[in-house]
């Protein structure tokens, strides 16, 4: 017996002519079922639309726009000092630094001593303020003396002018020194040149930069340069720390004064600082495109630290639910020229191309401003497929 394509030869004892037919029979191949293709889909317009079940519906996915809760998200900020309650503290005489009153994170009032320094300037302002004092006691007596003489005619005239205007002068000169020592801290009951450096303001000391032995120089404050000096002391309060955060100018619209923040940490992953929007730029960087934004964060537990880099996003203020429009997937945009369009769903199988106005690309979302509110069905996948069908290659 061979088999050869399902056709058998077959040998028994029948008539020769039905044992022929039946060898055609069983040499007939099966019949092959008729494959209908798909049916169409329909396009009209913009508007793609197919049948019931067709096979083409599995390759489309869409999920609905969702309102946009973040004004911006996941943008890098930097911490620094409060200056609002920050104060450097430059010692205000030359001379060498002899004890420190404060070490950092230690609370302080205004007037807290920080450093004593033994100061040829302070020296020098002192003895000015004594002089003063004495020329002018001086003078009120000879003022005195004169007056009197005048009054019993043994002086000029122009003798009482000139001591009253002596007078005048030694006391100005007596006001001005005082003044001297005064801004110092000092007052001409001094005895030496031992100048005492005080906090101004009441906080934490958070930085320091001078130690016992070290000779200061009243006028590097003067120099402006932060890489030719650093405050001796930075006196601030750290339970709130301000934010710095380069927003970029398609974001801008989306923000407003007041807006909540919300700030994490690689350094305290999970944890959520709270903070607020405070102040938005005048001026965009030409280079970046970008403006700086300043907000204010809380940091009762002084965990966050100045200069610490953060992620931020900003919350989208409840009153102007859907004025910031919608966050689609990126895979749902595509692109005609420099025209950005997405597909909605309309009604079971059919879409609808829409023309979008977009932000940004963040986290894998894209901000909608238009065309799109929340709640529209969107193709996530197969919007090339629609488009395809809208616009054939030709």
């Known amino acids: 017996m061979k088999a050869n394509h399902h056709c058998h030869w077959i040998r028994w004892s029948a008539p020769l002519g039905l044992a022929a037919g039946l060898a055609l029979a069983g040499c007939g191949k099966p019949p092959v079922a008729e494959v209908e293709d798909p049916p169409a889909a329909t396009v009209t317009g913009e508007t793609v639309s197919f049948a019931t079940n067709a096979p083409q519906l599995v390759s489309i996915n869409v999920e609905p726009a969702q309102a946009r809760t973040m004004a911006v998200t996941h943008v890098t900020g930097r911490l620094y000092w409060d200056a609002d309650t920050t104060v450097g503290v430059f010692t205000p005489v030359a001379g060498r630094v002899i004890s420190l009153g404060a070490d950092l994170g230690q609370p302080v009032s205004a007037g807290t001593p920080l450093a004593v320094i033994d ?19 001086a003078a009120d007596q000879a003022f005195t003396r ?8 043994a002086a000029a005239t122009k003798d009482v002018e000139a001591a009253e205007a002596a007078d005048v002068a030694a006391r100005a000169e007596r006001d ?3 003044s001297v ?3 110092y801290g000092g007052s001409d009951s001094s005895t030496n040149s031992i100048y005492t450096l005080r906090s101004p303001i009441a906080g934490t000391l958070v930085d320091k930069n001078i130690n016992p032995g070290q000779e200061l ?20 309060d750290p339970s709130k720390l301000w934010l710095q955060v380069d927003v970029s100018e398609s974001d801008l619209t989306s923000l407003q004064t007041g807006e909540a923040l919300q ?21 965009m960087d030409p280079a970046t495109r970008t403006v700086k934004v300043r907000g204010v964060v809380n940091n009762p537990d002084h965990l966050l630290k100045a200069e610490m880099y953060v992620l931020v996003d900003v919350v989208q203020d409840a009153a ?19 025209d950005s369009f997405v597909f909605l769903e309309t009604a079971p199988g059919t879409f609808l191309r829409k023309q979008v106005k977009v932000g940004v690309e963040k986290d894998d979302k894209i901000p909608v401003y ?7 069905k969107v193709v996530t996948e197969g919007a090339l497929l629609l488009q395809a069908l809208v616009e054939p290659a030709t």
Do not use: C, W
């Open 370 to 376: 238009e065309g799109v509110t929340a709640g529209d």
């Open 217 to 236: 120089r009243a006028d590097l404050m003067l120099a402006n340069a932060p890489n030719l000096f650093a405050p001796s002391f930075t006196v601030s």
């Open 176 to 178: 001005r020194s005082e």
């Open 146 to 153: 004169t007056k009197e003489l005048y009054a019993h005619g």
């Open 263 to 283: 700030i994490s940490t690689r350094a305290f992953p999970g944890r959520v600082f709270d903070g607020v929007l405070n102040n938005i730029g005048a001026t």
């Open 119 to 137: 100061s040829p300037d302070f020296a020098q302002a002192l003895a000015n303020a004594r002089t003063a004092v004495a020329n002018l006691a």
């Open 181 to 183: 020592l005064a801004n």
């Open 320 to 338: 102007r639910a859907g004025a910031l429009g919608v966050e689609v997937s990126s895979k749902a945009l595509f692109m005609k020229g420099d």
